[in-house]
């Protein structure tokens, strides 16, 4: 028979659901975060807040987090506490005649002085404070470590305290969060911190791979799982599902969106009909990005069902939430649809086929950020799409938002093939960006080493393209050691060397 009991005499998991624990696990959260605040409150605030006050003051202050990304909990009194200190110090002042002297009572209006009696751990003290937030941040100390369900304490600019339980932590990690040490968010995985870094914290690259690396290894360094009580390898069970579904929500597609990929046709005028048929009736295909799906998976039917039967714009811009603003010709390009891509510039699509009244896309046609389909072909290596695009017209020349060109996007997916190719039609391999990026910078930092040696030795990049970036002051050797390339990253530094003129050392 189950006992209820695991190894550790814990109240096991059997007969419980993952929503009971989490609930019970709260619960006991919250109790232990109550109890840790009225030791602090009463550590900090000696007799003007202790014993029920203290109780009273944690239990009715302490609430939940607004925002579920990061700390859980927040206590917002102790700057409430503070005044009606000060107001009673500044009562006290007034009605005593032994501090007549002006300066005495303005000091004692403007500050809190806090007494701690003698007791059996020492004997009395008192402690002043000038402003809520060095009381907050006392009160911040005091429970630092005295809780093992507390895991982080910060104090904000309105002297609220930012609690973050070891509970939310564990949830955080079981769903694939990392931490921010510095402002108390998680973000997702290594990614997701090493962006925040950057963005947030102004951090320079290499930093920001340092900071979310580091969390990463300590995210790997915590507890295996059979050395864990039953209940948090439950709760780590939920958590990971609960994740796990959400992430194949995200991934689910809507019905016409499937169709559109799956590239089948009667499932696209059967949704057209089941909503009454005519223009409303295929309102759905623009919604979901139906001629996007299609043009990224080739299918030209679908696409001319789309376009032709059901009125759908063959350029339009992506809607889905996310989306960096790429239209139908971009995903055809940048999945290498050479058929789709001729349909959507309006080309026949054999002898046979007359094309007429086709779409006629403009194969310039940009994202925000001036990223043109040519660019996604060039990225992802598919030579032929990117062969069509600039018979149908498209710029090879053409430069992005941030000044790069396709030599950038091929150097950084190391295809040298495609490299040499471009170079052979005339492009510019020695392109520098406005951030001070040469494709030598941009093959560095992806660790693509065959490119830079190309780029080197067969192209002459030279010293101008081996320079500190205007970003962080990253040199291609900088980028590679970032990423751990250190052997490419030598071998860029000492090209830098030699063609700076020193020679090796
Ligand atoms: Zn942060």
Redesign the pocket.
């Known amino acids: 028979a189950n006992t209820n009991r695991d190894a550790s005499g814990e109240a096991g998991t059997v007969g419980y659901s993952g929503a009971e624990l989490e609930a019970a696990a709260e619960a006991s959260t919250r109790t232990a975060l109550e109890d840790a605040l009225e030791c602090a409150l009463a550590d900090v605030c000696g007799e003007a807040c202790s014993g029920s006050a203290a109780r009273a003051l944690a239990r009715r202050a302490l609430r939940r987090a607004p925002k579920p990304q990061g700390w859980d909990y927040e206590f917002p009194a102790v700057r409430g506490l503070f005044m009606k200190l000060r107001a009673a110090s500044a009562a006290a002042a007034s009605t005593d005649t032994n501090t007549a002297d002006t300066a005495a009572r303005s000091t004692a209006v403007a500050s809190i002085t806090v007494r701690h009696a003698e007791s059996e751990f020492g004997p009395s003290k008192e402690v002043t404070y000038a402003t809520a937030h060095a009381l907050a941040s006392d009160v911040a100390g005091a429970l630092e470590g005295v809780s093992a369900v507390l895991a982080r304490v910060a104090v904000d600019e309105r002297c609220v305290l930012l609690l973050t339980t070891t509970l939310q932590q564990e949830r955080q990690r079981a769903m694939g969060r990392l931490p ?6 998680f ?1 997702n995985g290594y990614r997701g911190l090493r962006w ?2 950057q963005i ?2 102004g951090e320079n690259y290499a930093e920001a791979v340092a900071v979310a690396a580091n969390a990463s290894n300590m995210q790997l360094a915590c507890a295996p799982h059979h050395e864990r009580s039953a209940t948090a390898n439950a709760l780590r069970a939920r958590w990971e599902g609960t994740e796990r579904e959400r992430r194949a929500r995200r991934l689910a597609l809507p019905a016409g969106a499937a169709a559109a990929r799956a590239g089948d046709c009667d499932a696209l005028r059967g949704l057209a009909m089941a909503s009454g048929g005519g223009a409303d009736g295929w309102a759905f295909a623009a919604e979901q990005d139906c001629v996007h799906w299609a043009a990224g998976e080739g299918h030209v039917h679908a696409l001319r069902v789309l376009i032709e039967e059901g009125g759908c714009a063959p350029d339009g811009v992506q809607r889905a939430a996310g989306s960096v603003g790429r239209t139908p010709l971009h995903w055809a390009a940048r999945n290498g649809h050479v058929g789709a891509l001729r349909y959507l510039c309006g080309d026949a699509l054999d002898a046979a086929d007359a094309s007429v009244g086709r779409p006629k896309c403009n194969p310039n046609a940009a994202t925000p950020d001036g990223t043109t389909p040519l660019m996604l072909a060039v990225w992802k290596g598919h030579r032929r799409a990117a062969d069509y695009l600039i018979s149908a017209g498209a710029d090879l020349h053409a430069l992005n938002r941030f000044g790069c060109n396709a030599a950038q996007w091929a150097a950084q997916a190391g295809d040298v093939g495609m490299c040499a190719w471009l170079r052979k039609r005339g492009l510019d391999m020695r392109v520098i960006n406005h951030n001070g990026h040469s494709a030598l910078h941009k093959a560095a930092q992806k660790q693509q080493r065959e490119v830079c040696e190309w780029l080197v030795t067969k192209c002459g990049l030279g010293l101008e393209h081996m320079r500190p970036d205007s970003h962080d002051s990253s040199t291609p050797g900088d980028l590679a050691r970032a990423e751990g390339a250190t052997a490419l990253a030598d071998w860029l530094d000492e090209q830098r060397r030699t063609l700076a003129g020193g020679g090796t050392p």
């Open positions: 921010c040490a510095a402002c108390g968010r973000f925040h870094q947030s914290h």
